[in-house]
């Protein structure tokens, strides 16, 4: 078997696994990095989600790389797309004006920048990329982690990566059974947490639900329609208890109330002034085209568009039937979740009720160029669940509500290694939940939360930190697991520096203290600045 060794293996190549390895090149250490799927970047790339984030992203709230990821994408749209002049100047350019967020982009995009910001590591030789591979065991002794075996997941050939210290990046917390790292799935109970929104019972097999997204554009007059999906029967009927209507629809409940809301669907509808406004006054998901939409006509040249391109990432397509984690049938429900969205854009393109009286859309083109995939579908699903470890210190829903703090200003930690801010938002969850939504105020992430209880050189690295089932809500978006996988990459290098543990430096103040330091120098926000206005 094949044997590398580095100074650091991140195991996992979403956006923590990149943020992780970015770090710890930039404080001249060698890296392993793997990801099991064509592209690197997770749930901005392969998962096809363009950023969820806060308000103040474009002044503050995220670490430097992560804005130079952001700025880095924008540059790619100047420098090769064919934008009009005002698009080209405006410095907070948002290629699709999509709601979601301030900036809306295609997932190929994100892909060359994440290349581009690797690409002098690779040259260097000090960067490792293994693709496709997924972890299949680990060599572990005394709560030290000597060894991952990698698989290909093509041919079958494995490698084995070695490192003084092993970062977890992947999307489910892979890593945490396979090195007997104590970790936590699925729903705590009240009693264990104190969280007034946790379920009275734990339920392991209780997590949020994925989504397969998938990515199309609408050519007037022509017909895309796809194969009718074998389950389409299935879904067709299926109706949540509490959805208000057939999944297969244009309704969902809305996220706070909970009540049944009807959404629209506007093919390239035209440009209003909607993009952009504040999404604490008006989210602006109410109609699917616009909510999602990755490139907006507007923004380009006269004739450089046939049509805008949106990704599918809508309520409709949540996956409720079971999990994909440490289930017997995990591979029964990642098939089935990829037939729900499936089954949901024929409905679209056959069924569904247009505002002209009409049904269907056959003219909606799935596009696979955009995906990196044959079918318009994402490579993997959107998954917003991990594994968890069992952390030194382990984030609860009263450290971060608002209503439970009495007031919405930043949540704070003394060993804060960063910032995050977004609603506690689960989304309808395998275990029969609806939607558990809860104003949460702007929080740090505690050194604590990434410090496994035993396990002393494995390191979380993406959105297997210390929370709950509950808190995991708020600290599972892209800018967030950005941090959490710099920091896990800063503070393995600093150790290696120091010649110390990460348990180490979250005890002594004066190692802690110094981390912090490093931290703020690498660009990395430690605490929410004081303004008016959470």
Known sequence: MRVLRADVAVIGGGLGGIAAALAALGRGK????????????????????????????????????????????????????????????????????????????????????????????????????????????????????????????????????????????????????????????????????????????????????????????????????????????????????????????????????????????????????SAGEDPRQDPGDLDLWEFRRIIARQNFQPGAYESDIVVANWPMLDYLDGSIIDDQDAETHRAAAKELSRSYLYWLQTEAPRPDGGTGWPGLRPRGDQTGTTDGFAQAPYIRESRRIRAITTVVEQDISVSHRGHAGPATFDDSVGIGMYRIDLHPSTGGDNYIDVECAPFEIPLGALVPVATRNLLPAAKNIGTTHITNGAYRLHPVEWNIGEAAGELASFCIDESTLPRHVLSDQELRQRFQNRLVESGIELHWPEILGY
């Not at 494995?158 to 092993?166: D, H, K, L, S, T």
């Open 30 to 273: 060698r890296v392993i990095l793997s990801e099991e799927h064509a592209w690197l970047g997770g749930q901005l790339t392969s998962q096809a989600v363009p950023p969820d984030e806060h308000i103040w992203v474009e002044q503050f709230g995220v670490t430097a790389r992560y804005r130079a990821l952001r700025e880095g994408i924008r540059a790619h749209y100047r420098s090769f797309y064919p934008l009009t002049d005002a698009a080209r100047r405006d410095p907070r350019l948002n290629p699709g004006l999509g709601r979601v967020s301030r900036l809306c982009h295609e997932p190929r995009v994100a892909v060359a920048v994440i290349a581009q910001q690797l690409a002098p590591h690779l040259s260097s030789g000090r960067l490792t990329i293994l693709q496709p591979y997924l972890p299949t065991s680990a060599a572990v002794a005394e709560h030290l982690v000597s060894s991952v075996i990698l698989r290909h997941a093509e041919d079958g050939t494995e490698v084995q990566v070695e490192a003084p210290f092993i970062l977890d990046a992947t999307e489910t917390g892979e890593l945490l059974p396979l090195t007997g790292t104590d970790f936590v799935l699925g729903a705590e109970s009240r009693a264990e947490t104190g969280e007034p929104s946790a379920p009275e019972d734990a339920d392991p097999g209780n997590v949020q639900s994925i989504s397969w997204c998938f990515v199309f554009d609408h050519i007037e007059g022509a017909d895309f329609t796809i194969e009718r999906p074998a389950a389409y029967d299935y879904w067709r009927e299926y109706a949540p208890a509490f959805w208000g209507d057939r999944l297969l629809s244009f309704t969902a409940p809305q996220p706070r109330t909970l009540e049944p809301e009807s959404r629209t669907f506007h093919v390239n509808p035209p440009y209003g002034t």
